[in-house]
């Protein structure tokens, strides 16, 4: 069964017009920057499948030229959004192509002219689409599926085209676009169909991971300090639970007077202080979580006791530092090392519970270990 050119410019119009409505609809909830400039890609693409019958009544300036300028348009902002998706920026070079290309098509040139537009459009459609595809292998999103697959996508349409444009002289390939009559005219219209499908597959496929991401993040942080609550910090913890590595835990002095004297909005001031000054204090690869009320852990991969036990003291001296009151509002930490194994983290938070005991016991404001001797659990719950 063949199909006829017409059928399939009237198939790819339907395709991207349902697409561009799909994810304007999308970008109006979520407000996703590259969601409207792939919604505007599509949008080109129905514009120049619109305007291309015209071409057929003799009109050469909005039938072929402004028809077959929606093409580098729609790719321009394809590129656009792979940019946004990646949180990237555009040089202003590549904003301008579509522009080039409509200067250099409506240039008179001799010879034939249906051959030389076809080489500028496929030409500009070819480094479009490979850019945006390099754009994305670049990004370490391309790790997931449907990323590698947008990426894919723009990589083979940008070979393609590459292929398109070195044909635009051959015999046969190019020959009257007013009818559509050609071999690579025919070709590229069935290619296009199937890279609109691929896009909006990718693209649907990206917002439905974003939203995954979204719940999780939602359910594994903390509101009011933005840092992983318990569950997000069991859950991160569990690449580290193989290797060695230190536990802090670590608790404010004093806090429930700070409430009782001051209000709860200087308490959760300071614990939104506390998470702040945690952040830009432990290493890199360090997991901070607040675990409940002013209890706060971090995990430090890689790090012995002793080189914990370390960045506690210095945890303590940088935020007594900070605050105005004499023991109130400071920290107590306890420290415990872990060596591989979930249950030794485990056992490594019961230690730095008895460490940071230990702590308190001995006057608030200061880092310690558990003691050596001895292996019952001191109840925490009764000092502040």
């Known amino acids: ?180 009559s050609g071999a690579m005219i025919a070709l590229s219209l069935f290619e296009g169909i199937l890279v609109e499908v691929a896009l909006a597959m990718s693209i649907a496929g990206a917002l439905r991971r974003r939203r995954e991401d979204r719940v999780t993040k939602l359910a594994e942080s903390d509101p009011l300090t933005g840092l992983l609550n318990r569950r997000g910090f069991e859950a991160h913890a569990g690449a580290a639970r193989a290797g060695n590595g230190a536990l802090l835990v670590i608790d404010v002095d004093n806090f429930k007077t700070i409430n009782d004297c001051f209000g709860h909005q200087e308490g959760d001031r300071l614990l939104g202080d506390l998470a702040e000054f945690l952040m830009t204090r432990v290493p890199p690869t360090a997991i901070v979580a607040r675990l409940g009320g002013d209890e706060f852990a971090v995990l430090l991969p890689g790090i012995d006791e002793a080189a914990g036990l370390g960045i506690a003291e210095d945890l303590c001296t940088g935020f007594a530092a900070r605050q105005s009151g004499s023991n109130c509002g400071t920290l107590s930490i306890g420290c415990a090392a872990f060596h591989g194994g979930s249950q030794d983290l485990d056992l490594a938070h019961l230690q730095a519970d008895r460490g940071l005991y230990e702590a308190k016991s001995e006057g608030r404001n200061r880092a310690s270990r558990a003691p050596r001797h001895g292996s019952g659990i001191f109840p925490i719950a009764a000092v502040g």
């Open 1 to 180: 069964m063949s199909v006829d050119a017409h059928t399939m410019l009237l198939l790819s119009n339907g395709i991207a017009f349902v697409a561009a409505a799909f994810l304007l609809i999308e970008w109006r909830s979520l407000r996703e920057g590259f969601l409207l400039s792939f919604a505007l890609g599509f949008l080109s693409i129905v514009l120049g499948c619109s305007l291309a019958p015209l071409r057929q009544d003799g009109s050469f300036l909005v039938g072929i030229w402004l028809s077959n300028a929606m093409v580098p348009l729609a790719h321009m902002l394809f590129l656009h959004g792979a940019a946004a998706f990646t949180h990237r920026k555009l040089p202003l070079a590549w904003l301008l192509a579509p522009v080039f290309c409509a200067i250099l098509t409506a240039i008179p040139v001799p010879g034939d002219r249906d051959q030389v537009m076809s080489l500028v459009n496929a030409a500009g459609v070819a480094l479009l689409s490979l850019r945006a595809a390099a754009m994305l292998v670049e990004t370490r999103r391309t790790t997931r599926s449907e990323t590698s697959m947008l990426a894919s996508t723009f990589l083979v349409h940008g070979a393609f085209y590459g292929v398109k444009a070195m044909s635009a002289f051959v015999p046969g390939a190019f020959v009257d676009l007013s009818s559509y």
